[in-house]
């Protein structure tokens, strides 16, 4: 089989590297990822981290000494400019050539850009451990921290910031937040649990500008003439895939993400993609989708290790899973991956469930709060599932 060699530095990279040799592959393998950080945990960046909680050390997915036992030679901070698929080599940023016989993009995504105000000093994007120091640093109880960007990250920024006595605004274009991934009654539902929490929510509202002050942003401007003052501004509008590097080498999906059959296979024989780069082909919808969450990255780099060294095919998919802790809330989400036509909610106090029905009445997604067996429920329902249209 030769060398494998992962382009990328998190956890589908690591858990690609840790299945392969797990599963008996003895062959060169090698990890190149840009961060200068060994493979962490990333949801922690957004609470525990952001709060203080816990530090750089803690996060780690592995000690150094586990990677060294594995054998696994990582190339940190070793960011790679340019994939020859022809040669099967990469160039990395410091001028060093890397060969391979097989090779799997496992770049993940980087935060998506604010067309006027990301470039501004006082701006944060939150991504990698570096950004999120570089937040840490910059917040201080009392401070005045503007979200741009009401999804799950930001909610979860939000949620930590009050906690450390930070006044955070959550700005959303959309008349309710995450209402496109979750429909507008849940969207609001969740805007009235951050009202009620503390945090200040401005749904309808374009940023458009800002106004500098001696240490960066001072405030921001909106479309309808109003303005917010804040002392720091986080952007948190979603992100994209990056592709840059094989964008006119592999096939791209509609969804901007790199193209793959149900085990990871690409366009170019050789070449895998798994994690939130990948547009996965779903077998149950008989399309593709790329998801940016912990446990498919975690799915996907096993399955393509497997695919690899000559394993069974998997059988059927896994419902996509992700979570999100929030003002109090363990929100779980369980989807095939499907379109929904309209939602169902049964609600408590402080606990929700919503069930997401497509044209046909079934079942294809669902969002918990606080009610971790409906979730589990959900997992086992949406797993035994026949195909459905995308």
Known sequence: ???????????????????????????????????????????????????????????????????????????LGSAVTRIDLQHRQVRTRCGRTLAYDVLVVATGARPRRHPVISDLPGVHHLRTLDDACRLRERLAPG??????????????VASTALGQGIRPTLIEAAPAPLGRAFGGEIGALLAERWRVAGADVRTEARVCGARLGRRGVAALRFDDGTSLECDQVLVAIGAVPVTSLVAYQLSLAADGGIATDACGRTSEPGVFACG?????????????????????????????????LGKPAPASDVPLYAWSDQFGLRL???????????????????????????????????????????????????????????
Not at 143 to 156: C, Q, Y
Request: glycine content about 10%.
């Open 1 to 75: 089989m030769g060398s494998v060699l992962i382009v990328g530095g998190g956890l589908a990279a690591a858990r690609c590297a840790e299945v392969l040799r797990a599963h008996g592959f003895d062959g060169p393998l090698a990890v190149a990822g840009a961060e200068h950080h060994a493979p962490y945990e990333r949801p922690a960046l957004s609470k525990e981290f952001l709060s203080g909680g816990r530090d750089a050390a803690s996060l780690a997915l592995r000690e150094d000494i586990a990677w060294r036992a594995a054998d696994i030679d990582f190339h």
């Open 143 to 156: 401070s005045r921290l503007a979200i741009v960007g009401a999804g799950l990250i930001g909610a979860e």
């Open 276 to 308: 939130d780069v990948a547009s996965w082909h779903r077998q149950v919808l008989e399309a593709g989708v790329r998801a940016e969450n912990w446990s498919s990255a975690a799915y996907q780099a096993a399955v393509v290790a497997r695919t690899i």
């Open 332 to 390: 779980q989400h369980v989807s095939t991956g499907a379109t929904w036509e309209r939602v169902e909610i049964e609600h408590g106090t402080d606990d929700f469930e919503a069930r997401y029905l497509d044209r046909k009445g079934r079942v294809v997604a669902g969002l918990v709060a606080n009610r971790p067996r409906e979730a589990a429920r959900l997992r086992r329902e949406l797993a035994a599932m026949p195909p459905v249209a995308a």
